[in-house]
Structure formats: C-alpha cells, structure tokens
C-alpha cells in the first residue's frame, strides 16, 4: 500500500487560516485560473486542495495547474508527494496548516483551491481521533473487495453507516475500508464521529465555482479527450513501469482506465468514455458536498475575477 506522509510539528498558536479565501468547485470548473487571478489581486499565494495533485510525477492526469499559471503566482502542496508515499487527508492538513503560517510571516494572504472536501474540511476544522489501521482487519477488508467486488464492501457500509456511503464511491477502495475499519473498531459509524466532533472554526470566506450541470458535463468531456491526447497514457505506462500499480495515483480517476488500456481490457475509446463518465459522477457528489457547506458565495457563471471580489466586499 505505501507509506503515507506523516505529520510533523504543530502549526502553533492561534489559527493560521483566519483571513483566508477558499475557491472550492467541482472538478473541471475552472478555478485554477480564476485562483491565479484572485491571487494576484489578493497579495495571495495558492495551497492546492487537491487529493490527487499532491502526488508528483503526475501533472497531466492529476490536472495541476499549467506551469504558466504556477509561474505567475507561488503555488504549494502541488506536486511533491513521490512515490512510494501516500498522502492523508490528516497529514496535508498539518502541511497546510504549516504552509499557512508561513505565508503569513511573509506577509502573503492564504487562497486555498481545490475539490477534495475532505482535505478542507480537515484543514479549517480538524479531524476526529481515528482509531489506528488494524492491518489484519484491513488486509480482510480488501480481500472481500477482491473476491465480491467493490460494490459488494460499499453496500457493506451503506448498512451500518448510510451517510458515509453515500458520500463515496463504491470505486473509492480506500475510503470506503477506512469507514467500515473505523465503525468495526468503534462500533459508531464514521459519519457519527465527523457529526460529534469539537471543530475549529476559523474566519474563512468560501467562494464556489459551479457552471451549470450541461456545461460542466461538456467541460468534463472536453478536458478528459484532452488530458488523454496530451500525456496521460505516458503518465499511466510510467506507473505500471515502474511498478506503482498499488500506489494510490495509479487507481485514480483517469489512471485505472489508461492502466486497463495499457493492460489491453480497454480499448481507448472506452476508456476515455468511462473516464468521463466517472468525472461526471464524481463532479456530481463534488457539487452537493460543496453545496452544504455553510456560507459559501457562489459566484455567477461564468465566474469572473471581477465577481470574485465583488463576493469578497471589494
């Protein structure tokens, strides 16, 4: 499975997101360039809240940001996750937290952009007390993945903890082992824990891109024939090559299919239409996440730089 990052000091004292700008959306909606803009405007620099950006080696199929973007504006926590390392949603939260003070001795505001709610939640609110990984009851876990399916472990969850597994994926292997591990160990379901825990609460503003469903989904589409047109069967072959089929990348949006194309089970055109149609899906439980979260300013489409400050009060 891999090591995964570990935290490494406290962030000290006092909260070092007070003052900061979240850009949250679904996938494909075009925050990376809005952020670069906002940024610039704000004296900010970006930390990246994304699950699969993190890793490196991979900037095609992870869509991070394009290098001219990143040359006009700092951006951290892209990038630097090598392999065999996985990241956690608790330890990019102590990064975060790190990075964020940082930037403030420098004089530098805090934009935060990304999809991956998890990781911004654990940032802004901090994460309950997980008990440790059982590697016998996750080993047993993942076994009855591979021999019944995956769809079989996520019905599995959807009986003992339905709000959890409706927020995953019968495909987010990962994640769905860990809430089944965590209610096995507690006998609470993880979405009881998350739903008690004491948060931090830190003065944030959330401004949220959603273009409309139909425009989204072309955008989805668009960007997925172009992510496989320039590099990321290369990006998938270098994973398989270099034996990282268990590292966490490689079962990712877009690799599974490049790696089952590579492996001959797919053809391409598949592929690439199950990518889509899986970023859809995915965008889709992106935007009711993000649509719950309290007091987010969602912008007007298409969102502007202009109306990104208007939202802000400036």
Not at 270 to 293: G, L, M
Request: proline share 5%; aromatic share 6%; glycine share 10%.
């Amino acid at each position: 499975m891999g090591a995964t990052v570990s935290a490494v000091s406290n962030v000290g004292e006092g909260d070092p997101f007070d003052g900061a700008v979240v850009l949250c959306g679904p996938t494909a909606a075009g925050k990376s360039g809005l952020a670069v803009e906002l940024a610039e405007r704000l004296g900010a620099e970006i930390l990246g809240a994304d699950s699969q950006q993190v890793y490196r080696g991979l900037p095609i199929g992870t869509a991070q940001p394009a290098a001219e973007l990143q040359a006009r504006v700092r951006h951290h926590l892209i990038g630097f996750v090598a392999p065999p390392v996985r990241m956690t949603a608790a330890a990019y939260a102590e990064l975060a937290g790190q990075a964020a003070l940082e930037l403030r001795s420098r004089g530098k505001r805090v934009l935060l952009c990304g999809g991956t709610g998890l990781y911004l939640r654990a940032t802004l609110e901090g994460l309950f007390e997980a008990p440790e990984v059982d590697p016998e009851l996750r080993r047993t876990l993942e076994a009855e993945a591979e021999r019944l399916g995956r769809g079989a472990l996520h019905a599995r969850l959807a009986a003992v903890d339905a709000q959890t597994a409706a927020r995953l994926s019968p495909n987010d292997l990962m994640r769905v082992v860990r809430a089944l591990e965590v209610f096995e160990q507690t006998g609470v379901p993880l979405s009881e824990q998350l739903a008690s825990q004491k948060r931090r609460a830190p003065k944030v503003t959330w401004l949220g891109v959603a273009p409309p469903r139909e425009e989204l989904f072309r955008r989805i589409e668009e960007r997925t024939a172009r992510l496989y047109r320039e590099g990321l069967l290369e990006e998938a072959r270098w994973l398989t090559s270099e034996g990282l089929r268990d590292w966490a990348p490689a079962s990712s949006l877009g690799y599974r299919d490049a790696i089952a194309h590579l492996d001959g089970r797919l053809a391409l055109p598949e592929a690439i239409a199950q990518t889509a149609r899986d970023t859809r899906r995915y965008a889709k439980r992106q935007a009711t996440w993000f649509r719950a979260v309290p007091g987010v300013r969602w912008l007007d489409w298409p969102a502007s730089i202009e109306g990104a400050l208007a939202a802000l009060g400036g």
